[in-house]
């Protein structure tokens, strides 16, 4: 049964199917056809191009209480383009996950298919998923990635605190762990995995999660969730967020124009959102600002000395940003809950994951570094995204994609390893 912090708006996913073990090219399936055209304002749950969604968690309330930024495509599906193909290019479409795969992100982004052994990625959740290694093993074999299980020593599942002590599961979140481990797992197939599960939603919990995470010994710790900035969150930053040498990254939001925390650390990659289309372009795909990517100023952190813009004395978020639309979204395999199956997942827990992993590809940041400068450092090494929008500022850049930095998508996406090395 969903519990009441996880709404639905639709049914089922009509796409309940088992994953297909497919024949892989160096690791990685075929990738599928375009996918359809973005949604008007996915993150509220609407529908456009016969897509409709819903989010995975209930939206943060109170100050001090985080949600996660997982929105899945809860019908419409049948508009999305297969992420995986029979060795003969035939589609099954009772067997095959829509959304796009592993190959079709790292074509995406230029990203090698090797690189990151024995790095850990952690991943940073509220609850328990009680099916989460084995859903993981399913989105593997289907795209044909080695194995990543506790027995093999790839995979580890801790609670806050680090010992095999758990929260109790829930519905929502266990959507959202499934997102994050499939999209780490898809990035860098290579890394090891380590899941951290809060006792709840709150910021207090989830930093000390973070703080295990980098305990345990993760270079990269991905947290896919957000709620309201407050005068805490200062001290939240010296608390939970404030380790160098190690890559934190952090959902902007689905919300649109808007700053949530803890996104607008100035310790952390803010990781914003676009919608992502094949093209005849000669990098062969194309990507405009995602229309519930969160961005914008600050109210209380302060500026890092390695943002240059001049329309925000204060924090700007994003930093940079990956695939978010639900409309061009992923394939994630997930079974606890009322509708279990493969099924497509947008939002800005897609893209933190995905940047995470991509930093885990660049390999070991220096020790006493700020990672989140690391971008900054080479702008040029990004995919520019310059058009699009995610509301209304006056038509400034803190909303409105353009060259160069800009909010939503700030410095760009990855276009292979360079801007995320220092």
């Not at 093999?152 to 609670?159: D, L, R």
């Not at 124009?257 to 000669?282: F, H, M, N, Q």
Request: with cysteine; net charge negative; glycine share 12%.
């Amino acid at each position: 049964m969903r519990t009441s912090s996880t709404p639905r708006t639709s049914g089922p996913l009509s796409l309940r199917r088992a994953g297909l073990a497919l024949t892989a090219v160096t690791g990685l399936v075929l990738s599928g056809a375009a996918l359809a055209a973005p949604s008007a304002d996915a993150a509220a749950s609407t529908t456009s191009h016969r897509l409709t969604t819903a989010r995975s968690c209930a939206v943060a309330s109170k100050p001090g209480m985080m949600a996660c930024s997982a929105l899945k495509v809860t019908s419409g599906a049948d508009s999305l383009a297969p992420a995986a193909r029979s060795a003969s290019g035939v589609v099954n479409p009772a067997a095959t996950p829509s959304g796009y795969g592993p190959a079709d992100l790292h074509s995406a982004y230029a990203l090698p298919t090797t690189g990151g052994s024995g790095a850990t990625i952690a991943i940073v959740d509220a609850q328990d998923d009680p099916n989460a290694e084995s859903n993981l093993a399913t989105y593997r074999s289907t795209f044909g990635l080695t194995p990543c299980t506790t027995a093999n020593g790839c995979f580890k599942k801790v609670g806050q605190n680090g010992t095999g002590s758990l929260p109790s599961p829930d519905a929502g979140w266990a959507e959202e762990i499934s997102l994050d481990l499939d999209m780490a797992s898809a990035i860098c197939p290579q890394c090891h995995i380590l899941l951290v599960e809060a006792n709840s939603a709150s910021m207090a919990n989830l930093g000390t999660s973070v703080n295990t995470a980098v305990s345990l010994g993760a270079k990269y710790v991905s947290n896919s969730y957000g709620g309201g900035e407050s005068s805490s969150d200062t001290s939240y930053d010296s608390l939970y967020f404030n380790h160098p040498g190690v890559a934190i990254t952090v959902s902007s939001g689905d919300n649109g124009y808007g700053v949530e925390y803890p996104a607008a650390s100035r310790y952390v990659t803010a990781i914003g959102g676009t919608t992502l289309k094949r093209s005849s372009t000669p990098r062969g795909w194309t990507e405009t600002a995602w229309s519930g990517a969160g961005s914008g100023c600050s109210r209380y952190d302060a500026k890092p000395t390695w943002q240059k813009d001049t329309g925000c004395t204060r924090r700007t978020v994003a930093d940079v940003s990956a695939v978010a639309d639900p409309a061009t979204g992923v394939a994630v395999y997930d079974t606890y809950g009322g509708d279990p199956g493969w099924e497509v997942f947008g939002g800005t827990s897609v893209s933190s994951p995905i940047i995470a992993a991509v930093y885990a590809l660049a390999g070991t940041p220096s020790a006493g570094s700020y990672p989140a400068s690391f971008p900054y450092a080479h702008p040029s090494a990004l995919n520019d995204v310059t058009s699009g929008s995610n509301g209304s500022c006056g038509g400034s850049y803190l909303c409105t994609a353009g060259p160069g930095y800009d909010g939503p998508t700030g410095l760009g996406t990855p276009n292979g390893v360079t801007a995320f090395q220092g």
